[in-house]
Structure formats: structure tokens, C-alpha cells
């Protein structure tokens, strides 16, 4: 249990570090101790109990009927149940690469006097939907999921256009979102030797995703700050309680 215990903190000076400033070293730090995390998944369920027999994780996924009425846009949609707060804002509330036509954004997002951010939800939206009324982020389906279920289950819905121009939906795993943060932007590994070359179909997206940002910091850093807290309050017990007591 010791070694849990040392992840568990090391998870927690990476949290810590990177809620109070972005930099992009410390994300892929971030990205590389959670990837742990992902793979410890099997051990743990035999060390803890409850990460596999209670439902302590929350998930959330957008509304497949209203879904649909956006099948013909590129957009990106995500969620974070009960929000994340962070820090680390360094500009404008939403950035992103100018593209023509049609452009929207939204989501439960919020920024206090001291430039905090607060995110539960967001989308990026390319194009209008024939019913202007109906939102990506509008009542999303939130499940209480163990451990092993959390990382299974989606974390980002993106519709985004290959290099073919051909428009592709994909739903990317919380789990396989953390291992390929981690490997893509050389967080585990150096992809020097690759040239760059992504290895599975997720590595485009993922790149993709880079390009939008909250508060001067990019998507991904929003939801592995979000995965990282998550763990942190809902992870293993004996390690919650064993840790170093939490210092400001």
C-alpha cells in the first residue's frame, strides 16, 4: 500500500501545482501521473473494495436525442459533474483557430473577480442547428460509476473533419483520453523518433483539441485537472487517509 500511497500524493502535488498556474510542463506531468492512475486500475480493485463495489465516481454524456440534431456540425462537447476551479487563467475567457462561418460556444463556465475559473460544462460549435433552442451541453445523462466504470466511460464527444475533410464523430474514454494525452504531447514518451506520427485514431482529435482554450489554458488540461481532483476526493481510501496531511 505504500507505493498507492506514493501515487496518490505525487497525484496530488501535480493537482495542486498545476490548479494554481498553467504551464505546460507541469501538464504533461499531470498527464503522466494519472496515467498511472489508469493503469493501476486492476491492482487497486484488489486492495480497495470499494473502488469496484460503490459507485463514488461521477460521469456525464450529452443527450443522445438532442445529439442528433447536430450529427451535420463539427463541434466539441464535454462535462464535468459538480465542476472543477481552477487558478491558472491567463486570458480571454474562450480562445480558438478563426475558422469561416458559423462559430458558438457555451457551457457552464464562470470567472470571479480574481480571474478563478469555474467549468462544469462546454461546447464549441461549428454551423447553426436547425432548432436554435437546443444546446450541446442541454440535460446531459450523469451516472454514478466505480472506479474502473469512470475510466471506461466517455469524457469528450467531438465531430471534427479529418484531413480528408470527411466529418467523424468520436467518443473518447476518460481512460484512453488520459494514456493518449500523455503519449501524444510527449508527456510519457518522446515521439522524436515517430516524427510525430500518431498511432491510433485518437491522436488527430486529441491535437485537435489543443487548439480551443478556457482562460488562456486548452481543453484537455480543464478535464485531466477534473480527473485528478476526482481521484484525489474519491480514490483510494487507505491512501486518503495515510497520505501527508494537505499543506497550502
Known sequence: ????????????????????????????????????????????????????????????????????????????????????????????????????????????????????????SFYFQFGEVNDNKKSLITNPKIKRLNYIQWLGAEIIKINYRNEEGVLKGISIPRGVFIKRVANILDGSHTSLETGGNFDNKYGPPIKFLMDFKCGGCPIPYYLLLKDAQDIIECGPKTARQLAPPHTE
Not at 495542486?16 to 494519472?34: G, M, P, R
Not at 491558472?88 to 464562470?110: R, T
Open 1 to 120: 500500500m505504500y507505493r498507492v500511497i506514493a501515487q496518490y500524493e505525487r497525484l496530488r502535488r501535480h493537482y495542486e501545482l498545476s490548479e494554481k498556474t498553467y504551464d505546460h510542463v507541469a501538464f504533461l506531468d499531470l498527464s503522466h501521473t494519472l496515467r498511472i492512475w489508469e493503469e493501476l486500475k486492476q491492482a487497486l480493485s484488489k486492495t480497495d473494495a470499494s473502488l469496484t463495489s460503490k459507485a463514488l465516481f461521477k460521469s456525464a454524456t450529452p443527450n443522445r436525442k438532442i445529439l442528433k440534431s447536430f450529427s451535420n456540425l463539427e463541434y466539441i462537447v464535454g462535462f464535468m459533474p459538480d465542476g472543477i476551479t481552477t487558478q491558472a487563467s491567463q486570458g480571454n475567457l474562450f480562445d480558438w483557430n478563426e475558422k469561416e462561418g458559423d462559430f458558438s460556444i457555451g457551457g457552464s463556465v464562470s470567472r470571479d473577480e480574481n480571474l478563478r475559473i469555474t467549468m462544469e
